[in-house]
């Protein structure tokens, strides 16, 4: 299992970069793993707001559906169309496959996040 130190972690197996006020979310080398395949991906619209827990993606692969929650609250800003013609980007690199950015509306939330270390603890 790959783990980036510089990225903060969800114990639903979502990653999160952030820059300023701004979070990429994506999901896991854990996660990834665990789905197989994934040949299939939802996203939320720009401009949609989420809260912290919401689920917002549903990504589809070869084994079953399976839903990810958005660790922070805020407003999707972008999202990663590459991922809607090629899902699998996902499978191959998950820290570069990033799913949406959002516009964090309480950036605190962040530091209710798990670091890495901790992170990998959850998932032995």
Request: hydrophobic residues 40%; negative net charge; proline residues 4%.
């Amino acid at each position: 299992m790959k783990l980036l130190n510089e990225l903060k972690y969800s114990d639903s197996h979502e990653w999160i970069k952030v820059e300023g006020n701004k979070a990429y979310i994506g999901i896991t080398d854990y996660a990834q793993d665990h789905l197989g395949e994934v040949v299939y991906v939802e996203l939320p619209e720009v401009d949609a707001t989420v809260e912290a827990g919401d689920q917002f993606i549903v990504l589809e692969s070869v084994k079953a559906a399976s839903d990810v929650y958005a660790p922070l609250s805020g407003t999707i800003v972008e999202i990663n169309e590459e991922l809607v013609d090629n899902p699998g980007l996902i499978n191959e690199s998950p820290y570069d496959a990033w799913l949406v950015a959002i516009d964090m509306l309480h950036p605190a939330e962040a530091d209710n996040l798990l670091s890495a270390a901790d992170y990998e603890k959850i998932c032995e």
